[in-house]
């Protein structure tokens, strides 16, 4: 970078120090607060900067991307209100363990703590929601924070940590040396783990394996599933972790996620060894803390997780192995017990999957399982399903079959708007991949601008709106705990496939089953960003109950 003699500004220093780390895309929404920066990356063509709509949206992309290529994705807002837009992706990169670096543009240091126009301090802020919060207050000192930046937001638990930048510490000039590329850190299981673990499985009979949380990569889930293919092991996975291990292998038994198989969850009770890896089992994945007996589960427990801040967090684990999922799959794709006792286990547990996902039939025209059936034959294996929350995304949670690493951007905070600036951020990253979003209507509305963004920077994706006229899945538990009550759930809604053409983008409407196919054909053939709108029968309300159906039920159990 062009420098004065050797003197680089703070913004210079700091996008020197992305280039060092292999950045190759940054998401932004640009503000006044930190322009030095902004003109440091215009001599750094190497670096695409994508100017987003909304700072939630950037950092929704910017956390997909890290899910996508495996290192920190960046994002740049503006203090204050850029700030708190971008803290939706925030929490999303810390619940879903994804390494993610915001910067922010601060105030000048001489009017800190003044609460000066859009001042905040985003150590409090943050303090919750990010691993590491830090305000650099001397130029000289760039180098050393963005390198700690990128060993802290990748290492351990993988979540996102957030920079604040004064922006004139980023116009003034410093000459620190330049610093190397940061490796992530991971922990790797001892030669102990890996016998012990053995000698729990050689003892079981019903073992199941639960696979989740952050840090994989497709070597990581090849070895797994490796070991699991060699010991005939049952894999069930977490709340939208579908794509860690490949649905049409006889091993996978299906997700522990909101609604979920009775019968797995049976399986989980019924099991006496339990291997959790990278999970953190949460709230969604064991049915409000019922699931697994806390402190002590019942089933020997082996918990394998990046840090060791959740292990003897919740459950106290027979084994508890702090290892990353990399080293620790590539370690136990070796472990293999003699003959396994559970193969009957295991196919039932395949069995109960198959059954469990046969789409059912539901009121009016657009048969949303039909249309599944048709998604699972039609998309390649290694498309990326995106959503956000409600319970349109259930169709794509429940029925559709993941079959490779990354092919499914589902935030595990359940946040409503992710899918649609995941799906861009995933096509930028593998414009070869075919990436499909499901999105309510009420989900679409939350990030639909960005939109914008997919036609500007030509990322070519296809949206599905399930449109009811209605925030559904409020509206389900309105209807089951206060019956006929409906309150603040109805939704006016625009023409998408209109909205889609003002923005530049192709539209379509789905009013029957069999227009579908000729309508996501359309939409991929379009060589546009696409919407297609679902007009789905508001009696629909889940894939096994009507709205009436609920309230019925809602009122007998009152009357009762
Ligand atoms: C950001 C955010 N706000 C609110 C919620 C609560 N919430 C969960 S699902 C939902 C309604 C979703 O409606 P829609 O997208 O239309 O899907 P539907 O349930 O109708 O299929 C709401 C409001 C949430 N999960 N995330
Ligand atoms: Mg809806």
Not at 396 to 408: C, K, W
Not at 482 to 499: E, I, Q
Request: glycine fraction near 10%.
């Amino acid at each position: 970078m062009t420098s004065k003699n050797n003197l680089r500004t703070g913004g210079q220093l700091l996008v020197d120090g992305l280039r060092v780390n292999g950045v190759d895309r940054v998401f932004c929404v640009p503000g006044e607060s930190y322009l030095a920066a902004l003109d440091a990356f215009h001599d750094v063509p190497e670096i695409q900067l994508v100017v987003c709509r909304h700072e939630s949206g950037a950092a929704m992309m910017a956390d997909t991307h890290a899910r996508m290529t495996g290192r920190p994705g960046v994002v740049f807002v503006t203090r204050g209100p850029g700030a708190t837009n971008a803290s939706a992706g925030v929490h999303i990169a810390f619940q879903d363990s994804t390494p993610m670096i915001l910067f922010i543009g601060q105030v000048a240091r001489d009017f800190l703590d003044r609460e000066a126009f859009q001042e905040i301090d985003y150590r409090r802020m943050f303090g919750q929601m990010a691993k590491w919060v830090a305000e650099i207050a001397d130029t000289a000192r760039v180098p050393e924070y963005v390198s700690r930046a990128f060993y802290v937001s990748q290492s351990g638990r993988p979540g996102p940590v957030v920079l604040s930048l004064p922006e004139d510490m980023l116009a003034e000039r410093a000459a620190p040396s330049d610093i190397l590329a940061a490796k992530a850190v991971e922990a790797h299981p001892g030669e102990a783990d890996m016998k012990e673990l053995a000698q729990l499985l050689g003892k079981a009979e019903r073992p199941l394996m639960i696979v989740g949380g952050g840090g994989w990569n497709a070597g990581a889930c090849d070895d797994l599933r490796a070991f699991a293919e060699a010991n005939a092991l049952a894999v069930a996975v977490t709340f939208r972790c579908q794509d860690k291990f490949d649905n049409s292998h006889a091993c996978y038994a299906g997700d522990l996620g909101v609604g979920p198989n009775p019968k797995l969850l049976q399986r989980v009770r019924e099991s006496d060894l339990l291997v959790v890896v990278g999970a953190r089992l949460g709230e969604m994945t064991t049915v409000g803390y019922t699931l697994i007996d806390i402190p002590k589960p019942k089933q020997a427990f082996v918990h394998v997780y990046p840090g060791p801040e959740e292990l003897g967090r919740v459950y106290q684990p027979t084994l508890a192995v702090n290892a990353g999922m990399k080293a620790f799959a590539a370690a136990v794709r070796a472990v293999k017990v003699g003959q396994p006792k559970w193969r009957q286990w295991t196919k039932d547990a395949r069995a109960d999957y198959l059954a469990w996902t046969k789409p059912p039939k539901i009121p009016g025209r657009v048969q949303m399982g039909e249309i599944m059936d048709w998604l699972n034959e039609r998309l390649p294996a290694d498309s990326v399903v995106c959503n956000g929350a409600g319970n349109f995304a259930t169709w794509a949670n429940r029925f559709y079959r993941y079959r490779s690493f990354a092919s499914l951007m589902g935030p595990t905070s359940g946040s409503m708007g992710f899918g649609l600036p995941a799906a861009v951020a995933a096509k930028l990253a593998d414009p070869k991949r075919l990436v499909v979003v499901f999105a309510g209507d009420g989900d679409f509305m939350m990030t639909g601008q960005e939109l914008a963004t997919a036609v500007q920077y030509g990322a070519d994706i296809v949206v599905l709106v399930g449109n009811n006229g209605m925030l559904g899945t409020i509206r389900m538990h309105q209807e089951r705990e206060y019956p006929g009550r409906v309150c603040a759930t109805d939704l006016a809604n625009p023409d998408f496939a209109a909205l889609a053409r003002a923005y530049g983008a192709h539209g379509e409407v789905v009013e029957r089953t069999d227009q579908f196919a000729a309508a996501f054909e359309a939409a991929v053939k379009s060589g546009k960003p696409a919407v297609i709108e679902l007009r789905l029968d508001p009696e629909a309300i889940t894939p096994m109950a009507t709205l009436s159906g609920i309230r019925k039920a809602a009122l007998e159990k009152a009357k009762a």
